[in-house]
Nanobody, 118 residues
Framework: QVQLVESGGGLVQAGGSLRLSCVAS????????MGWFRQAPGKEREFVAA????????AYADSVKGRFTISRDNAKNTMYLQMNSLEPDDTAVYYCTKGNGVGQYDYWGQGTQVTISS
């Protein structure tokens, strides 16, 4: 079992910044990839960014490229999402997730609310 706990969400004005954190615990030693997804009201959950735990290789959705940065601290089992130049369309619940090595995500956090005011 793996537990994922997000934090760092909040309410900010457009143009502002937030940093989300995701702390992983439990049987974490076999992690291949971790990521962030988000879900806005009335919309499907969508991919935001992902990072390979070993190599640090990253991937981003087009909508956040150049504004968001994903990173990880292996020693702390913590992943981050630095979000800059935030826009009202970034308003969503952000979820941390862990990959299972075969292209799927098998554990999810409870989510953290990010609200951007215009």
């Amino acid at each position: 079992q793996v537990q994922l706990v997000e934090s760092g969400g909040g309410l900010v004005q457009a143009g502002g910044s937030l940093r989300l954190s995701c702390v992983a615990s439990g049987r974490f030693e076999s992690t291949y990839r971790m990521g962030w997804f988000r879900q806005a009201p009335g919309k499907e959950r969508e991919f935001v960014a992902a990072i390979s735990w070993g190599s640090g290789r990253t991937a981003y959705a087009d909508s956040v490229k150049g504004r968001f940065t994903i990173s990880r601290d292996n020693a702390k089992n913590t992943m981050y999402l630095q979000m800059n130049s935030l826009e009202p369309d970034d308003t969503a619940v952000y979820y941390c997730t862990k990959g299972n090595g075969v292209g799927q995500y098998d554990y999810w956090g409870q989510g953290t609310q990010v609200t951007i005011s215009s």
